[in-house]
């Protein structure tokens, strides 16, 4: 039953989405597109486009998502401790149930 | 624009590159070079403040790339106050907890980066950077929620991450179908843009994909059984909670505001985000009534409040939505303080539930005062900074059923703190060990109280400083306020004494009670579903 | 009938993307295992970066790179976006799963009605 | 030098051949970072060419030697650099203005990035592997 629901769910989800989209869709001039092709030799000197938007026009986000990547390695540590940190923390929990 | 000390994305970008430089020095000196750092980051938030508030809007183009090409840093009305409060609230926060155990390199490196990302979130002007940042803010919190090791409850930040991880493809999907549509990431050009459109209903299906996210984010009626494990965990320390309850939440309701304004040539949902406010407020004071553990109750509650404030912001009316911005300033100074101070009680009593503390007022006096200020405030009493907010936000409903639902909010409020501000009064018991004498704790727990109760008494000047408009507040402090709250207040006690004592075990019933993940996912759909209906149908 | 019939000549790839969406939605909705959730939000993420990279796709555009004329280039925005999408995706899978061998190693359960019953005690 | 938390022994095909192949997939990793500005994202896909370099190391001699803690704080220092140069160079208009610098830019910051995500999925896996017997023993 509680299959059935959730199949119904997004069974009509897709069809109003996809309905929605294909009934009123309309292109607008892609402005960004037509830049980045044109600009990217002169403006960033390298021979492929997507490194022009990625290293030069949108760099902002590239050094957010390396922070992401630092980030997920420190949780990594914080969550799977290695051998050596979990001797301090039972130490710790042994201290703190005393 | 150029007499900026520093440019926008270096603000940005400064806390993290002052946690990832003093990563290599050594234990003692690093505790002090990140104080100046962040109060260098203070000052250039003051002065981008000053810039914005007395001179033009900051709009930046990042590397000076033309205007379609470049992710632009727009520091406007809005964004630059908040800004402000969370530079403030950081630093405030970071001198709060300098003698705390729990201070190491990662934890204070992870601390930095969320200011950062806070930074991020309210000056980007680029669809996907907020995207980005969000995403970033999402992982540093699910780290910091179990930062203490020993007392992990691992479960709240996996349901945490996952309702998140939902929220952002609903966002990716969101950009995507807007990037189909307008060609353009930039939401200044977006706005321009969808105003063009032929047909508004193409902007239907991106509108409700990327505001389900942000209901997520802003924790709206159904979606927000995530926040408060992830505020009230166990493992988090107590500024994390201050931080998160304080400005964190903020971030989804400012960017609700901020995308709703990008919508607003196309589509106008503020009845809808009215009523879920208004919604999401009372279920959040009813569940704050049925804990026991005193940070859950503050965490619940901060659901309540940050309902009233969306219902301020989509009132329609000029005074409700500054005095829904002024609520958002106010709520994070108080319930910060609570937050704080919940953190100290819980360190020297060791125990969180509200019935076995008492006698916070004998065993710490300076903690007990703060935490008065923070309970007077939240609740609004006259003269302190909730009844200004509050008052404004009534000003902005006049007459219409929403009046009686904010009667029954601040009913609702004032009888959750009075449940809370039982542990303030009593004795102590004899064992407690005397609490150690620290002084940055009684400074700044000092410094939020003064600050809560100059907000009350030069409301009017506050709101006209912070962002601009000059209401008249006279009214917050005339006799028929305050008899209206000393009433709401002892009938708040009498019911508190009669009736919640007495429903035990329809309380216990109700903090038992968990969403299993599977029901979460369908909620989510099921408010995709209502903001597409609802979007589709009004656009007529 | 034959409105049926051309509303399926008109569905495309990025249709299919949509797809791929909802049933990682429904997978989310049904699983019981957190294994799983998690790898359904995982095909809903990349279902969504696929959504994003069918964006402004012409039949016939050739790769972004110095040499074809700017009208026959395919897009680069998205490209580049979705490297940045991607990277996030593996990296917030990757917390999950360090979170979800947390879980397995604590509550010794992968269920998370049996999750939910032994957090109580 | 047993650990407690190791794997059995490695088949002898497997050390042979991944020992052949090692320098290898180190040139084929500097080769993706280095011509980046030609392949899209440089950095991103030389870095986890660089990671199956941890991965075969670990596959050859599991025992938990290879100090994560050195290679997070190389991490944190390419994360610094990368923080640093765009922010002197780039957005400071510095590459706009004089535009022979560009490509010396790009490589820069190919090589801190492919070098940071090498690190980071090579840390990420190691961690992932010496927690499974960790786990177990500890009862966490």
Not at chain 2, 93 to 117: N, P, Q, W
Not at chain 2, 434 to 446: A, G, N
Not at chain 3, 78 to 99: E, F, H, K, N, R
Request: with cysteine; glycine share 8%.
């Amino acid at each position: 039953m509680r299959i059935l629901i959730s199949a119904l769910i997004a069974l009509s989800l897709f069809v109003l989405s996809t309905v929605i989209s294909h009934q009123y869709f309309h292109y607008q001039e892609p402005v960004l597109y037509q830049y980045v092709t044109e600009h990217y030799e002169e403006d960033c000197g390298t021979t492929n486009a997507v490194t022009a938007v990625l290293l030069n026009y949108r760099m902002y986000d590239t050094m957010f998502e390396v922070l992401i990547l630092l980030t997920a390695i420190i949780g990594m540590k914080q969550f799977l401790p290695a051998p050596h940190e979990l001797k301090d923390i039972t130490k710790r929990r042994n201290l703190e149930n005393k | 624009m150029e007499n900026l000390l520093v440019p926008l994305h270096m603000l940005v970008l400064l806390p993290v590159g002052i946690g990832a430089l003093t990563f290599f020095l050594p234990r003692k000196a690093y505790q002090a070079v990140m104080l100046l750092g962040s109060l260098f980051v203070t000052a250039a938030a003051v002065q981008l403040f000053i810039t914005v508030r007395w001179g033009s809007e900051i709009i930046q183009f990042v590397a000076g790339w033309p205007e379609v090409v470049a992710i632009k840093l727009v520091a406007d009305g809005i964004s630059a106050p908040l800004v402000l409060l969370a530079a403030v609230f950081f630093t405030s926060a970071y001198i709060f907890s300098t003698r705390a155990g729990h201070m190491d390199k990662t934890f204070v490196f992870l601390f930095l980066m969320l200011e950062s990302a806070l930074f991020g979130i309210f000056l980007s002007g680029d669809l996907f950077n907020i995207y980005v940042v969000m995403e970033l803010s999402m992982i540093t919190i699910a780290i910091l929620i179990m930062y203490k090791q020993e007392k992990q409850s691992v479960y709240d930040a996996m349901l945490y991450i996952l309702m998140n991880f939902i929220a952002m493809a609903f966002m990716v999907m969101g950009i995507a179908y807007m990037y189909r549509l307008t060609g353009v990431l930039d939401l200044m050009v977006i706005e321009q843009r969808l105003a063009e459109l032929p047909d508004p209903r193409a902007a239907v299906l991106p509108y409700s994909m990327i505001f389900t996210a942000v209901a997520v984010k802003a924790a709206m009626l159904p979606l927000f059984s995530w926040l408060p494990r992830a505020h009230g965990a166990p493992s988090a320390p107590s500024i994390v909670s201050a931080v998160l309850s304080g400005i964190q939440v903020k971030a989804g309701v400012y960017l609700l505001v901020r995308l709703s304004i990008v919508f607003s040539p196309v589509i106008d949902a503020q009845m809808l985000f009215l009523v879920l406010g208004f919604l999401t407020s009372v279920a959040g004071f009813l569940l704050a009534i049925a804990q026991k553990d005193i940070k859950l109750i503050l965490a619940y509650h901060t659901i309540s409040q940050v309902g009233l404030i969306i219902m301020g912001l989509n009132l329609g009316s000029d005074v409700a939505f500054w005095g829904g911005m002024y609520h958002i300033i106010n709520h994070a100074l108080f319930k910060g303080l609570l937050f704080l101070t919940a953190g100290v009680i819980i360190d020297t009593y060791g125990v969180r539930s509200v019935k076995e503390i008492r006698g916070v007022f004998r065993s710490m006096p300076v903690i007990g005062i703060a935490a008065l200020a923070g309970v007077l405030g939240i609740t609004g009493a006259p003269f302190f900074n909730g009844s200004i907010s509050k008052y404004f936000i009534q000003e902005g409903i006049q007459g219409n059923w929403a009046e009686a639902g904010l009667y029954l909010i601040n009913f609702g409020t004032i009888l959750s703190f009075v449940k809370y501000s039982t542990i303030l009064f009593g004795s102590p018991p004899r064992h407690l060990q005397k609490p150690r004498k620290d002084p940055f704790i009684t400074v700044i727990s000092l410094a939020f109280g003064a600050a809560i109760f100059s907000g009350g008494i030069f409301g009017s000047q506050a709101v006209s400083l912070v962002f601009g408009p000059q209401y008249s507040a006279a009214g917050a402090m005339g006799i028929e306020k305050i008899s209206i709250f000393a009433a709401t207040l002892a009938l708040g006690v009498l019911v508190y004494r009669y009736g919640v004592l007495r429903i035990e075990g329809v309380l216990s019933g109700v903090r038992n009670f968990k969403y299993n993940f599977n029901q979460i996912t369908v909620l989510i759909s099921l408010f995709f579903v209502l903001l597409l209906g609802y979007s589709y149908i009004t656009m007529g | 009938m034959e409105a049926l019939e051309y509303f399926f000549r008109q569905l495309s790839i990025s249709d299919l993307a949509v797809v791929l969406f909802f049933i990682g939605l429904y997978g989310a909705m049904t699983q019981r295992s957190i294994i799983k959730t998690i790898m359904s939000i995982g095909i809903m993420d990349v279902a969504a970066i696929t959504f994003f990279m069918m964006s402004n796709f012409e039949q016939g555009a050739r790769s972004p790179v110095t040499g074809t004329p700017p009208e026959q280039m395919a897009d680069p925005v998205p490209q580049a976006l979705m490297i940045t999408a991607i990277v996030i995706g593996v990296s917030v899978v990757a917390m999950c799963l360090a979170m979800y061998m947390r879980v397995v190693f604590r509550y010794g359960t992968a269920d998370w009605n049996i999750l939910i019953r032994r957090l109580e005690d | 030098m047993k650990h407690e938390n190791d794997l059995p022994e490695q088949s002898l095909i497997l050390e042979v051949v991944i020992g052949f192949l090692y320098p290898f997939m180190l040139l084929l990793g500097f080769f993706i970072i280095v011509n980046g500005h030609h392949t899209p994202g440089g950095g991103f896909q030389g870095g986890s060419v660089l990671a199956a370099l941890f991965i075969a190391r670990y596959v050859i001699f599991p025992y938990n030697t290879m100090d994560s803690e050195k290679m997070h704080a190389f991490q944190r220092i390419f994360l610094a650099l990368i923080l640093l140069t765009p922010m002197l160079l780039l957005f400071t208009g510095f590459i706009t203005r004089n535009p022979e610098f560009r490509s010396v830019y790009l490589l820069i910051m190919n090589i801190l990035i492919g070098l940071q995500v090498g690190l980071e999925l090579g840390v990420a896996i190691l961690r992932f592997a010496f927690f499974e017997g960790v786990g177990k023993t500890w009862k966490l």
